[in-house]
T-cell receptor, first 112, second 113 residues
Framework: KQEVTQIPAALSVPEGENLVLNCSFT??????LQWFRQDPGKGLTSLLLIQSSQREQTSGRLNASLDKSSGRSTLYIAASQPGDSATYLCAADSGNTGKLIFGQGTTLQVKP | ETGVTQTPRHLVMGMTNKKSLKCEQHLGHNAMYWYKQSAKKPLELMFVYSLEERVENNSVPSRFSPECPNSSHLFLHLHTLQPEDSALYLC????????????FGPGTRLTVL
């Protein structure tokens, strides 16, 4: 049974810092690994999707990596801004039914 | 209107009421999903539909009844719910099941009294 864990649960950094969010999964047989952002009381916004055959994906200041052998993914945020404050969720897509298994999320606060 | 929309955004109901949540996607996708997000628990998949056919039921109690009349619309019918069913219910869609980005709606905040 796939389990996804995110560490840390919460993170507070000053504006401008580079930071890394961690995601680990127990079953390496995944289709892809997805990163989402959720603002308080809102739905999820897709940030990056890394296919199982890929090692990383980049979008603007965001870079996500995937290491299936170790069961880990990281989300790197460069030059953080107060607008990046949100909860970041990673999810493993483990089957052909599109079933995503989510971690608990990391709540990020970027202070001006 | 674009993306994935959900109505109502907020719902308060008693345990004996019957209500329905509605989701509509304007993306031309073939797969739709219901998720439940409770406080302090990871987001949980409830149901998956592909081309109006249910392909996943994640051990959801029968008091939750999904309906997918076409590939653009998804409903979640609710009856005799319990207070512990209070949560944010999120709908999502993707081009197909498995391997594609899922696009989420804003959610319906449900409170069961």
């Amino acid at each position: 049974k796939q389990e996804v864990t995110q560490i840390p649960a919460a993170l507070s950094v000053p504006e401008g810092e580079n930071l890394v969010l961690n995601c680990s999964f127990t079953d390496s047989a995944i289709y892809n690994l997805q990163w989402f952002r959720q603002d308080p009381g809102k739905g999820l916004t897709s940030l990056l999707l890394i296919q199982s055959s890929q090692r990383e994906q980049t979008s603007g200041r965001l870079n996500a990596s995937l290491d299936k052998s170790s069961g880990r993914s990281t989300l790197y945020i460069a030059a953080s801004q107060p607008g990046d404050s949100a909860t970041y969720l990673c999810a493993a897509d483990s089957g052909n039914t599109g079933k995503l298994i989510f971690g608990q999320g990391t709540t990020l606060q970027v202070k001006p | 209107e674009t993306g994935v929309t959900q109505t109502p955004r907020h719902l308060v109901m008693g345990m004996t009421n019957k209500k329905s949540l509605k989701c509509e996607q304007h993306l031309g996708h073939n797969a739709m999903y219901w998720y439940k997000q409770s406080a302090k628990k990871p987001l949980e998949l409830m149901f998956v539909y592909s081309l109006e056919e249910r392909v996943e039921n994640n051990s959801v109690p029968s008091r939750f009844s999904p309906e997918c009349p076409n590939s653009s619309h998804l409903f979640l019918h609710l009856h005799t719910l319990q207070p512990e069913d209070s949560a944010l219910y999120l709908c999502a869609s993707s081009k197909r099941t498995g391997g594609d980005t899922q696009y989420f709606g804003p959610g319906t905040r449900l409170t069961v009294l």
